[in-house]
């Protein structure tokens, strides 16, 4: 994501001067585009799970929305990192699907609503805008309200959208993606780890931390008195009072455990792994809540927790592990590949380093004790 603002104490000043270095590494921040094999768009189950398990606290907050400002006759919606593929639709249909039910029920006009996509400008829409037709498709049905779909290119830590017009907002697994590798970090793995230092737990933290205070004060500016935002992190449990733990199968711990399996086979540079990190937090609650507290300007009106399975054996009883090892091999691989090339360069075989992740994820087939979870939050605008 975007970095540009205030390294100090977040504000709404906006720095457009980048330099073409740093401005590749936002370019990289984005899912392998297409529909090909190894496309975000073929390998997003995670993300639509993630999706789904919001359903209940989407429809929820769009009938209160309704509601609260009186059934207005225009809504403005935003999909916030949206990226590509089928998925795009998933919330944004949920949204309109609700509002035209809610008002047959209450003998209301249903009102035009303008759906805005966004994500990163190399984002690739082209495939998203594909999918267009048959989400029409799907609604026209059963939906009677009026509605248009677009594009908005930027970044979520940068102002999107015009002072007061959005009335709901929905983002999925978007929002643990930082707008920048924090600075000053000592770590020997692409994330935090039961090794790490108490520093790098800070500085990813402390990074977090601006970053969402940033985010909560630009839609501040644009959504209206009482809109709502729906939001679902991949976050974490705490275990053992410990911000440190992650367990063995952390979906970066075996990332990081693939590329020194590569550093070892002379295949990457020790130098680059080290320099290597994920622009990623997974909050916990508390770590929400505090932030949402101190920026102030919205009221928190759910915060659930559910787990999370980065693997798919939930999808069938009957099930491979190794079948499943490469399948979240690929799904990490859609969201990853970019960032890896931006690094490390071409000379990065990513077929030897994701059969690798495969092979690990099938060792670690029997962890348990896992700390990553799915939070979904709700906000209202005071």
Not at 10 to 36: H, N
Not at 83 to 96: A, K, M, V, Y
Not at 263 to 283: C, I, Q, R, T, W
């Amino acid at each position: 994501m975007d970095s540009r603002f205030n390294e100090t104490v977040p504000s709404l000043r906006y720095i457009d001067e980048k330099s073409d270095d740093e401005y590749a590494f936002v370019k990289s921040l984005r899912m392998t585009g297409g529909d090909g094999a190894n496309s975000y768009s073929v390998n997003s189950r995670v993300q639509r799970r993630g999706i789904l398990m919001a359903i209940p606290v989407l429809v929820k907050n769009t009938e209160e929305m309704m509601t609260g400002l009186n059934f207005p006759k225009y809504i403005k919606v935003a999909e916030l990192g949206c990226s590509s593929g089928q998925n795009t639709f998933l919330g944004i249909s949920e949204i309109i699907n609700t509002i035209n039910v809610l008002c047959q029920q209450s003998n209301q006009n249903p009102p035009e609503i303008d759906c805005c996509l966004n994500d990163l400008p190399e984002n690739d829409f082209n495939t998203t805008f594909r999918f267009v037709p048959f989400f029409n498709k799907e609604l026209m049905i059963t939906n009677q309200a009026s509605y248009l779909v677009y594009g908005a290119p930027g970044s979520f830590y940068s102002r999107l959208f015009s002072r007061n017009s959005l009335h709901l907002i929905h983002s999925s697994y978007a929002l643990h993606w930082l707008s920048k590798v924090p600075e000053k970090l000592e770590n020997d793995n692409v994330f935090i780890t039961n090794t790490s230092s108490q520093s790098a737990y800070k500085a990813y933290l402390n990074q977090f931390q601006r970053d969402f205070t940033m985010f909560l004060r630009l839609r501040s500016e644009e959504v209206v008195s009482n809109g709502r935002m729906v939001l679902t992190f991949i976050g974490r449990n705490t275990l053992n009072n410990d911000p440190l733990y992650r367990d063995c199968c952390h979906l970066w711990s075996l990332l990081s455990k693939s590329l020194h399996d590569l550093v070892f086979e002379g295949l990457v540079s020790k130098s680059k792994l080290d320099a290597f990190n994920m622009p990623f937090y997974d909050p916990n609650e508390q770590e929400l809540k505090e932030v949402i507290r101190n920026e102030g300007s919205f009221e928190i009106n759910a915060l659930e927790t559910h787990g999370f399975d980065l693997g798919h054996c939930n999808d069938e009883e009957d099930h491979n592990y190794e079948t499943d090892g490469y399948n979240e091999a690929k799904s990490v691989r859609a969201v990853t590949e970019s960032m890896l090339v931006a690094h490390f360069g071409e000379d990065i075989n990513i077929d030897i380093l994701f059969d690798k992740y495969a092979r690990h994820v099938t060792q670690h087939s029997s962890c348990r004790n896992k700390t990553s979870v799915t939070l979904v939050l709700a906000l209202t605008k005071k």
